[in-house]
């Protein structure tokens, strides 16, 4: 590992170096960095085979699930609702989530470390976190279909016609990448000088700052100030979303019917404390409180587990989803 990080940055020329002034080597120094050797798994060496098949089969699976739902929606006229729609778009996040972490760390896995452009590593950040973001906004308005769904049953078609719809999910997909966009050209405009080596298994903010030596104080509180509209704004709604419902559901006199009210909800409850609670323990949590190991186990949950655990609370969970698989599996056997 240490021939890799001299093979790639340690070849600086010492005797012209050593001729500059000290602002000029500085300056030369900010200019050096161009990749970046991400770490991965240090201590998973010796089992690397086998994480990297464990990887492989967990990111397959994603995929397939993710594009299950996304092939049944518009297939079967069961799942033509607002809820299904709001559901293929969290699928296409998952997918995007997934194919931007998992193929570069599969890579780094196998190779006990892989080389990433910098701009390679400010990109997947971009796209990591429009992903996040976007399905956190998703989550918010499949929370505010549901409110409409059970507290408000009777004006539910009125409002949750298609093109509203359809601005729902485009309004949270443009924010979430304009939004983000505006960090990412904020990270461009940074002087990267070292020590060019992240002990992660894929871009995160805090890593990436740690290689700059320009004034990073504008960068790393703009992620804070982002979270406020497109983390925590959101998931107020979500809660107050859930208190209506509790409230509506509580308030039905039969117990078939309460149960009835909640089995539309519960899913897209289970993910939204899944992936929130996975998200708030990696970025709550002081610095102090985390180790290397500790927050890689946290990002794995929500970069890797997350995307594979949604289809399947989704499939597994509804009655819908289990019968338009069987009509679609039916009808691709007997063609």
Not at 41 to 47: A, I, T
Not at 77 to 86: A, C, D, E, I, V
Not at 181 to 195: D, H, Q, R, S
Not at 269 to 287: D, E, H, M, Q, R
């Amino acid at each position: 590992m240490d021939d890799l990080i001299q093979h790639q940055y340690g070849e600086t020329n010492i005797t012209e170096t050593s001729a500059l002034s000290q602002d000029a080597l500085e300056v030369t120094n900010m200019t050096i960095i161009t990749e970046i050797l991400l770490l991965g798994f240090p201590s998973l060496h010796r089992y690397k085979v086998l994480t990297f098949c464990v990887l492989l089969v967990i990111y397959f699976l994603t995929i397939v699930g993710n594009l299950m739902i996304i092939t049944l929606v518009p297939h079967s006229k069961n799942l033509h609702s607002p809820m299904y729609f709001f559901l293929t778009q969290l699928s296409v996040c998952d997918i995007l989530l997934t194919a931007n972490i998992v193929p570069n760390m599969l890579y780094i896995v196998l190779s006990e470390g892989g080389i990433i452009s910098l701009m390679g590593c400010i990109a997947q950040f971009l796209f990591f976190c429009s992903s996040e973001c976007s399905e956190c906004l998703l989550l918010t308005v499949m929370s505010y279909d549901r409110y409409l769904a059970i507290c408000n049953p009777l004006r539910y078609n009125a409002i949750m016609n298609n093109r509203f719809c359809f601005k729902l999910v485009v309004m949270c997909w443009v924010i979430s990448f304009s939004v983000l966009l505006n960090e990412a050209l904020a990270i461009c405009k940074l002087w990267f000088c070292g020590p060019y080596v992240i002990d992660h298994f894929f871009c995160d903010i805090t890593p990436l700052l740690e290689l700059s030596c320009s004034d990073t104080y504008v960068a790393a509180l703009e992620p804070y100030l982002l979270s406020i509209p497109l983390v925590i704004i959101p998931f107020l709604i979500i809660i107050i979303s859930y208190a209506y419902i509790v409230f509506t559901i509580l308030e039905i006199p039969s117990f078939t019917g309460r149960r009835k009210a909640f089995s539309t909800c519960s899913s897209h409850l289970v993910v939204i404390c899944i992936f929130y609670g996975t998200l708030t323990s990696i970025y709550s949590l002081p610095a102090k409180a985390k180790s290397h190991s500790f927050i890689k186990l946290l990002s794995l949950l929500y970069t890797v587990v997350t995307p594979l655990i949604n289809p399947i609370i989704y499939s597994f969970r509804n009655k819908d989803i289990k019968e338009a698989l069987k009509k679609l599996t039916l009808n691709k056997l007997v063609l």
